[in-house]
C-alpha cells in the first residue's frame, strides 16, 4: 500500500515528537535534582506517563481509521496494574512497597505503560478502509445462487415496467385516434 503525503507527514512528525520529547525530559529529570523528592517523584510520574502517550501515538499515525470501544481486558490487564505499581512504589504503606521502590526501572517502566494503555483502553484498533472495484467484485460472486436469482427477478420486474408503458403509450395513441375520428366525423357533417 503507498503511502500518502499526509501520512508520510504524519511520521515526520511523530519522529520530530519523540526527539522533542527526549530534549524535554532531559530538562525535567535535571529539574528533579533541585526540588523535593515527592515533588521529583511526581515529575518523573508525569514525564514519563507522556512519554506512554506519545509511544502510542507515534505507533498508530497513518493506520486507518480509529475503532472507539473500551477494552476492559486492557484495563484489567494493563492499566490496573501499572497504576498499582506507580502507586506502590510511590506510597510506603502500600504492600510490595520496599520491593518497588528498590528498583526505580519499575515505576518507569509501569508509567510508560499507563500512558499507553489509558488510550489503548478506549481507542482499541484501527480499521482499513478498502477501495473495492466493482470488477473484482463481480468476479468474486458465484454462480448462480441467490444473487442471480435477485438479477434475473429485477430484469424481469424492468421488463414488465417497460411493456406496461409501451401498452399504456399504445392504449393511449389508440384512443386518441378514436377522438380524433370523432371529431374529424363531426366537423365532417
Do not use: W
Not at 57 to 68: D, F, H, N, S
Amino acid at each position: 500500500m503507498k503511502k500518502s503525503s499526509r501520512e508520510k507527514l504524519n511520521l515526520f512528525f511523530s519522529s520530530f515528537l519523540v526527539i522533542g520529547y527526549i530534549v524535554c525530559t532531559y530538562f525535567f529529570m535535571s529539574l528533579t535534582t533541585r526540588v523535593s523528592q515527592s515533588v521529583a517523584n511526581l515529575i518523573q510520574v508525569a514525564v514519563f506517563t507522556l512519554f506512554g502517550l506519545i509511544v502510542f501515538y507515534a505507533t498508530r499515525v497513518g493506520e486507518g481509521v480509529p475503532i472507539k470501544r473500551f477494552s476492559a481486558i486492557v484495563l484489567c490487564v494493563l492499566d490496573i496494574p501499572a497504576l498499582f505499581a506507580i502507586i506502590a512504589t510511590l506510597a510506603p504503606a502500600f504492600p510490595l512497597h520496599e520491593a518497588l521502590a528498590a528498583q526505580p526501572i519499575v515505576m518507569t517502566f509501569a508509567c510508560v505503560a499507563l500512558g499507553y494503555g489509558i488510550p489503548y483502553t478506549f481507542l482499541s484498533g484501527f480499521e482499513l478502509k478498502e477501495e473495492i472495484d466493482e470488477d473484482a467484485l463481480n468476479a468474486a460472486m458465484v454462480e448462480g445462487g441467490l444473487a442471480q436469482e435477485l438479477a434475473a427477478l429485477e430484469e424481469t420486474e424492468n421488463a414488465q415496467e417497460v411493456t406496461e408503458e409501451e401498452l399504456s403509450d399504445e392504449v393511449a395513441t389508440a384512443d386518441d385516434v378514436k377522438e380524433l375520428e370523432a371529431v374529424d366525423g363531426a366537423d365532417a357533417e
